[in-house]
């Protein structure tokens, strides 16, 4: 990850919705600096974050925060 970890995550989420993945199989693993980035970052606007039902998303992609030391986008 660059400097800019929601530029490279939102770059992340089009080249994979170019490739025609399912952004139902999508998720976004986070560290939990990167999560925490993305709640209060002013580059992110209301309307790409949500917070329902426990679960966090951006851009409409579940969003898994922690366990991982280089937040990336995956397809499991």
């Known amino acids: 990850m660059k400097m800019d970890p929601i530029a490279d995550l939102r770059a992340a989420i089009s080249e994979a919705e170019i490739s025609g993945t399912d952004r139902?199989?999508?998720?976004?693993?986070l560290t939990h600096r990167d999560a925490s980035l993305f709640k209060r970052s002013p580059a992110v606007a209301l309307d790409?974050?949500?917070?329902?039902?426990?679960?966090?998303?951006?851009l409409g992609i579940r969003v898994e925060v922690g366990a991982v030391a280089v937040s990336a986008l995956t397809a499991p």
């Open 24 to 29: 139902k199989k999508l998720v976004l693993q």
């Open 48 to 58: 790409e974050i949500s917070f329902k039902d426990g679960e966090m998303r951006f």
